[in-house]
């Protein structure tokens, strides 16, 4: 097994869906087949509330809205066709997620909701630019022609200017900035992706120097500019969005804390005169 398999498979024991099922099913063996029964009624009780906890609305924002707005939207007046675009040469860069060739369904349902957010902010960011190019990051099964031919209709369909690039030999976000970087070089170059997940991505551009601005979309904590979101009876019950909105965070600060150990690990191997 591979690395990166075995940190995908830790890292989703942590989610929190299998987290607090992982709590309940041991405290119920410890109830049931050992004597120690107070441990498995804390487990058993923990688990439960730790998964209501996760599946409400207030506390799974209060646990993404700090990751999504980290970073402000780019440029989020700018009118096309009122605004000048603004001049000099630029990198749109797509943040990849997944999608699949399968031509049975429409071009719009071959993406996850995360990769066409992003696509689309990308088809905003764009008109901003007398001279943008773009290039997507596409690491999902297919060829790359099979990418490339997917790109170009997409491009046709939502009216991106520039033919998207694409790059395909990448596994993850690091991956991702490499590759980047060897393309882009010193040009100042707009990330798009989630909102989320921006702010690992503009950390391992500054790591790896890619001159990036952030672009994010796909919020999922909506809020209104000076208000302050209030309280709603109906949000107190537990339901499914708002474990999704917790497992994206989790899986987030999991990502963040990895980056982290690694910055770490790496200023520690080069010593404090490097």
Same mark, same amino acid.
Not at 43 to 69: C, H, I, K, M, Q
Not at 241 to 247: G, I, N, P
């Given at each position: 097994?591979?690395?990166?398999? $075995?940190?995908? $498979?830790?890292?989703?024991?942590?989610?929190?869906?299998?987290?607090?099922?992982?709590?309940?099913?041991?405290?119920?063996?410890?109830?049931?087949?050992?004597?120690?029964?107070?441990?498995?009624?804390?487990?058993?009780?923990? !688990?439960? #509330?730790?998964?209501?906890?996760?599946?409400?609305?207030? @506390?799974?924002?209060? %646990?993404?809205r700090p990751l999504e707005?980290?970073?402000?939207?780019?440029?989020?007046?700018?009118?096309?066709?009122?605004? /000048?675009?603004?001049?000099?040469?630029?990198? &749109?860069?797509?943040?990849?997620?997944?999608?699949?060739?399968?031509?049975?369904?429409?071009?719009?349902?071959? *993406?996850?909701?995360?990769?066409?957010?992003?696509?689309?902010?990308? /088809?905003?960011?764009?008109?901003?630019?007398? +001279?943008a190019r773009l290039v997507?990051?596409?690491?999902?099964?297919?060829?790359?022609?099979?990418?490339?031919?997917?790109?170009?209709?997409?491009?046709?369909?939502?009216?991106?200017?520039?033919?998207?690039? &694409? %790059?395909? +030999?990448?596994?993850?976000?690091?991956?991702?900035? #490499?590759? $980047?970087? =060897?393309? #882009?070089?010193?040009?100042?170059? @707009? *990330?798009?992706s989630s909102a989320s997940?921006?702010?690992? #991505? *503009?950390?391992?551009?500054?790591?790896?120097?890619?001159?990036?601005?952030?672009?994010?979309? !796909?919020?999922?904590?909506? =809020?209104?500019?000076?208000?302050?979101?209030?309280?709603? $009876?109906?949000?107190?019950?537990?339901?499914? /969005?708002?474990?999704?909105?917790?497992?994206?965070?989790?899986? +987030?600060?999991?990502?963040?804390?990895? +980056? !982290?150990? =690694?910055?770490?690990?790496?200023?520690?191997?080069?010593?404090?005169?490097?």
């Amino acid at each position: 097994m591979d690395f990166f398999l $075995l940190k995908k $498979l830790v890292s989703r024991a942590l989610f929190p869906l299998p987290l607090c099922l992982g709590f309940m099913l041991l405290g119920f063996i410890l109830l049931r087949l050992t004597r120690r029964k107070k441990t498995g009624y804390f487990l058993l009780v923990s !688990g439960a #509330v730790l998964l209501l906890l996760f599946s409400n609305a207030t @506390v799974s924002r209060g %646990l993404l809205r700090p990751l999504e707005y980290a970073y402000p939207a780019f440029h989020p007046d700018f009118q096309p066709g009122q605004d /000048a675009p603004m001049a000099g040469p630029v990198w &749109i860069c797509v943040a990849g997620s997944a999608w699949t060739p399968n031509r049975s369904i429409p071009l719009t349902s071959r *993406m996850d909701p995360f990769f066409a957010e992003r696509m689309l902010e990308a /088809a905003r960011v764009s008109r901003m630019f007398e +001279e943008a190019r773009l290039v997507v990051c596409m690491a999902s099964p297919g060829t790359r022609e099979q990418k490339q031919a997917f790109q170009d209709a997409y491009a046709e369909l939502t009216g991106i200017a520039p033919r998207p690039e &694409i %790059l395909v +030999e990448v596994i993850n976000t690091e991956s991702e900035i #490499v590759a $980047l970087q =060897k393309l #882009v070089g010193e040009t100042r170059t @707009v *990330m798009v992706s989630s909102a989320s997940h921006m702010p690992r #991505v *503009m950390a391992l551009c500054r790591r790896h120097g890619v001159r990036a601005e952030a672009a994010p979309c !796909g919020h999922r904590t909506l =809020k209104a500019p000076q208000t302050r979101h209030r309280l709603r $009876l109906d949000e107190s019950y537990p339901n499914a /969005a708002s474990l999704a909105r917790s497992e994206r965070a989790v899986y +987030e600060y999991l990502g963040n804390a990895w +980056e !982290g150990l =690694k910055t770490w690990w790496f200023s520690l191997r080069e010593g404090p005169d490097k």
